[in-house]
């Protein structure tokens, strides 16, 4: 029987090392190893032994068996690493292979002019608010000081929903959402950028646009702060050569009100087709925010005032860009885009 063991060994060790994968060996392990095999039913025989015998016999089949165990366990380390040699080297990739060549985007013009004067206005303080595009009439017009039949809003033929919603026709009514939002409590420090919808179509004009909202609101609020945020807003957007001038106007929601001009960055002032030749660029419009206004959005007008203004986007990128019709913006023509590369 000891012989036949030592036998069972040998062959084990010779076959465990011819063994080329992994389920061989898992076949082998099982040849040698389960309750079933040669080598574990001679531990049965061991009841027939005794003393010394039978110690003996024991600790023979226990060291065949460790050994026929760490042989496997070895053998299978060897097949593994070399299996996943084999896969490696079957999924080699060809680095050398040169990738595709995507096209490069650009930020549009309109996007890239809003980014500007967001930043200038958010390195004075100010924050940026969001509106809706679909406003209520409330908003738009009513705590704007323009009561329904008033005919101020003759200046903003809109596009009505319903009786009482609008696409918005200007940014303003966000003025009065932060305010309520505010509970007459100052101070207030935003600009809004956004669409906004007038019937009105032609080179400079489309019934689809953008403007930049502006609102200061504290205690202590003069026009002379207003003048200087936007002389500063100026020269840093069209350089510091620019100046800047107020002519008197009208909106309903600020008083006084007024048109803000920059001198003419083509002829520094002297006069050329692009300021008409009057030497004066009209920007903006802006003014000092009416008691009524502050009073229906939650302020105390007599402790309160602010300043108001609104840019339009797009009037702002093609002076400063030189565009010369508005609907470039909205052709989708990647010819004019792609022109505005920042780089
Ligand atoms: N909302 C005005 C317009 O669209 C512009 C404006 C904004 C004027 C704020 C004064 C103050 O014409």
Redesign the pocket.
């Known amino acids: 029987m000891i012989d036949k063991i030592k036998e069972i060994a040998r062959d084990a060790e010779k076959k465990i090392a011819n063994a080329e994968n992994i389920e061989e060996l898992n076949k082998l392990q099982l040849l040698y190893l389960s309750k079933k095999s040669t080598l574990m039913s001679f531990m049965s025989e061991m009841k027939n032994l005794v003393g010394e015998e039978r110690a003996k016999f024991g600790q023979l089949i226990n060291s065949v068996k460790q050994d026929i165990t760490k042989r496997i366990e070895e053998k299978k380390k060897i097949l593994e690493a070399k299996a996943l040699e084999e896969k490696l080297k079957k999924e080699v990739i060809d680095i050398s292979l040169p990738g595709y060549n995507y096209q490069k985007g650009t930020k549009h013009l309109f996007q890239r002019v809003v980014d500007e004067v967001s930043d200038i206005f958010i390195g004075m303080g100010y924050q940026i608010a969001e509106g809706k595009e679909v406003e209520e009439d409330h908003f738009n017009f009513e705590l704007l000081n323009v009561p329904k039949d008033h005919p101020a809003r003759d200046?903003?033929d809109s596009f009505f929903i319903d009786e009482t919603k609008l696409l918005r026709?200007?940014?303003?009514p966000v003025?009065a959402h932060v305010m309520l939002e505010k509970n007459g409590k100052g101070p207030i420090k935003i600009i809004s950028p956004g669409k906004?919808y007038r019937r009105d179509d032609d080179a400079t004009h489309s019934h689809q646009f953008g403007?930049i909202?502006?609102l200061v609101i504290d205690e202590h609020v003069s026009m002379s702060d207003l003048l200087g945020t936007l002389e500063l807003f100026v020269k840093k957007m069209f350089g510091e050569k620019r100046e800047i001038r107020m002519r008197p106007s009208y909106?309903p929601?600020?008083e006084p009100?007024v048109e803000v001009d920059i001198s003419c960055f083509e002829c520094g002032g002297k006069g050329c087709p692009l300021c008409k030749h009057t030497g004066w660029i009209e920007i903006?419009?802006?003014?000092m925010v009416h008691p009524n206004v502050l009073k229906m959005c939650g302020f105390d007008e007599k402790k309160y005032q602010g300043f108001?203004?609104?840019i339009g986007i797009e009037r702002v990128a093609m002076l400063r860009y030189g565009v010369d019709d508005i609907r470039r913006f909205y052709t989708n023509d990647m010819r004019f885009n792609e022109q505005f590369h920042k780089e």
């Open positions: 200046m903003q026709s200007q940014t303003s003025q906004v403007q909202e502006g909106f929601f600020t009100s903006l419009g802006a003014g108001a203004f609104g």
